[in-house]
């Protein structure tokens, strides 16, 4: 029997630094490990994470791994969350597309594609990540020591090419270069098995040493250069009203009912061969089930919302039990994918104006939709497309439920759907 391990990561935003050459984000990445980061970005993406920031040291703010394309600003979108005790607001800020690209890279564990020289590292230093362990930093009070210290962990990725070429470069505190070679075994120990499916090579790469003075970090901590192309953004769009069953003209949304399941994976993968958007709603009880697929599908970039705990019929609940099937399924949905959970569907599509008044007090979004597929009720891949082929899709929320005759339809379905020129949107 396989056991599956998913791996929850927090990125928190400490401070913004901003100079007359370059600006710099210090961060702290929360994974398997502490780790802190120092990431130069673009001043823009800076200056809106600035304005956004109180003066008072009371908040705490953590960064999301998500992102969309904002296409009426022309500019791309992410948001951070910000923390004070037991209250929590997402706040939304105009980003780079380099942003975006580190963000990626980030969350997928995919750092170098290529490695700047001491002379092109000032200059072109546009989305580098200065990492120091908590181990380095307990070390940091004695710099006479002669220790070697690793400094560099790169995989480069020659996409274009189709080669897959992971390297590993090292550097003593003195600033001698150290080419070493490593196999995919020791990345994978040191990467935590993120890298699995990289052919095992030897490769060897030098990086000149460079003075505090000149980059303005320490010898002793790890540097990654993220210059990796970025990856395609699923288009979004978020809902203003606290009842949605239906979207703005040229657009579609594909929701996936009573998961997660053994289905969901499937399912998230034929989303992203067709780089289309696709929200996933999860039953709680479910979710205890299959961790691992609720973390898959937010890590590919799909939108969760919560479809109750228990897939009850809430009209017949009791405000306290009614808050229950809502509260925990979150709760649940929350610990994994670590971002607020604020898209629900009611169980049966059954509502009133308590369940409603409570979302709204939430500041939740309750999602219905306008094409019934039946797919529950047919479990026929031909039926399912049929139903959306012969309705009017401009501007629907269509509604699925993940099982195999869903997944033998979809590719179908997609295609019909971009074939009448609609954006295929994640919820938000």
Same mark, same amino acid.
């Not at 599509?349 to 009720?377: F, P």
């Given at each position: ?87 929590? +607001? ?134 990654v250069t993220l210059k990796e192309p970025v990856k395609p953004v699923l288009p979004s769009i978020a809902l203003e009203d606290t009842v949605t069953f239906s979207l703005p003209g040229g657009k579609a949304a594909l929701t996936f009912d009573d ?74 949905? +929350? ?94």
């Amino acid at each position: 029997m396989s056991v599956h391990v998913y791996q929850m990561k927090l990125l928190e935003l400490h401070s913004v630094h901003r100079e007359s050459n370059r600006s710099h984000l210090r961060l702290k990445l929360i994974s398997d490990q502490v780790t802190e980061l120092l990431w130069n970005i673009d001043e823009e993406t800076a200056e809106s994470l600035e304005s956004i920031m109180e003066s008072e040291r009371i908040y705490k703010y953590r960064l999301s791994f998500h992102s969309s394309w904002n296409s009426a600003q022309n500019q791309y979108v992410s948001f951070l969350t910000k923390t004070y005790r037991d209250q929590s +607001e997402k706040v939304y800020f105009p980003c780079s597309e380099a942003y975006v690209s580190g963000l990626n890279s980030i969350k997928s564990n995919e750092p170098v594609s290529q490695i700047q020289t001491q002379a092109s590292l000032p200059e072109a230093w546009t989305s580098h990540l200065a990492l120091v362990t908590q181990q380095e930093r307990a070390s940091r009070g004695s710099r006479l020591l002669t220790w070697t210290v690793i400094a560099f962990m790169s995989i480069i990725l020659t996409i274009l090419s189709g080669s897959s070429m992971p390297a590993f470069i090292s550097k003593t505190a003195s600033g001698e270069d150290r080419d070493i070679q490593v196999t995919e075994s020791q990345i994978n120990r040191t990467m935590g098995g993120y890298v699995d499916g990289y052919r095992a090579v030897t490769v060897s790469a030098q990086l000149k040493s460079a003075s505090d003075s000149e980059l303005g970090i320490p010898l002793n901590e790890r540097l990654v250069t993220l210059k990796e192309p970025v990856k395609p953004v699923l288009p979004s769009i978020a809902l203003e009203d606290t009842v949605t069953f239906s979207l703005p003209g040229g657009k579609a949304a594909l929701t996936f009912d009573d998961g997660p399941s053994k289905y969901t994976k499937e399912i998230t993968d034929i989303l992203m061969e067709y780089q289309v958007g696709g929200t996933f709603f999860f039953i709680g009880k479910n979710v205890k089930k299959y961790p691992e697929s609720v973390q898959y599908a937010k890590s590919s970039g799909y939108a969760i919302g919560s479809h109750s705990m228990n897939h009850l019929e809430l009209t017949k609940l009791s405000d306290d039990k009614l808050k229950y099937e809502i509260l925990q399924s979150n709760k649940l949905i +929350e610990e994994i994918i670590q971002e607020q959970v604020t898209l629900f569907r009611p169980p049966y599509g059954a509502k009133n104006d308590s369940i409603i008044d409570i979302l709204r007090g939430m500041n939740h979004k309750m999602v219905l939709w306008d094409i019934d597929t039946k797919d529950w009720e047919s479990r026929d891949a031909g039926k399912i497309y049929n139903s959306v082929a012969k309705a009017d899709v401009d501007g629907s929320i269509i509604l699925l439920h993940e099982s195999q005759a869903t997944i033998d339809a979809l590719p179908q379905i997609i295609q019909f759907l971009k074939k009448q020129n609609l954006e295929i949107v994640n919820l938000q």
